[in-house]
């Protein structure tokens, strides 16, 4: 039997217990450098604990999947926050689970809208970056420093993510 999962859009409130929606929708914003640019201000916390750790800043060039995309593994890190920000306009596709007493629970999808990222929250079982229709760029802020800041986790019967039917 497969499990489906639907992604639903990304919103704020939506994926609030899971980490930052990073975007320009939000009123914390004001002019800087003589009013020739707007700063949207403190749209994500970034977080880095253990021996050595600093906050690192990446580009990640990745290719796109097809859909339905298999989620057979999610993955976390203990140590660190981890954000994604698309560097062109176009969705991509962010698959996230809470915590639970045995792993991962059950995913939730979320379809970004063109221009958002995300962060996700330190310890939070996430998916791979996941850019859809072609390949994509992104802007990376995690956690560099000593000792291991991944654990996987692959699931016992894939679930199957879908994008959400138009109409």
């Known amino acids: 039997m497969t499990r489906i999962i639907?992604?639903?859009?990304?919103?704020?409130?939506?994926?609030?217990?899971?980490?930052?929606?990073?975007d320009t929708g939000t009123d914390n914003h004001y002019p800087i450098n003589g009013g020739k640019a707007e700063r949207f201000h403190a749209l994500a916390a970034a977080e880095a604990e253990g021996p050595n750790a600093r906050v690192l800043i990446s580009i990640v060039k990745s290719r796109p999947y097809q859909l339905p995309l298999e989620l057979a593994m999610v993955e976390r890190h203990p140590l660190g926050s981890q954000a994604f920000v698309p560097l062109s306009p176009r969705?991509?596709?962010?698959?996230?689970?809470?915590?639970?007493?045995?792993?991962?629970?059950?995913p939730h999808a979320f379809l970004t809208q063109p221009g958002?990222?995300?962060?996700?929250?330190?310890?939070?079982?996430?998916?791979?970056?996941?850019?859809?229709?072609?390949?994509?760029?992104?802007?990376?802020?995690?956690?560099?420093?000593?000792?291991?800041?991944?654990?996987?986790?692959?699931?016992?019967?894939?679930?199957?993510?879908?994008?959400?039917?138009e109409g």
């Open 6 to 22: 639907t992604a639903r859009p990304l919103t704020r409130e939506a994926f609030a217990p899971f980490g930052d929606v990073i």
């Open 91 to 106: 969705p991509f596709l962010v698959v996230v689970c809470p915590d639970t007493q045995s792993g991962p629970g059950e």
């Open 116 to 165: 958002q990222g995300v962060n996700y929250r330190r310890n939070l079982w996430h998916g791979v970056l996941t850019p859809l229709g072609g390949p994509q760029d992104f802007l990376v802020v995690d956690r560099g420093g000593d000792g291991s800041n991944i654990e996987e986790h692959f699931f016992d019967q894939p679930y199957e993510i879908h994008l959400p039917v």
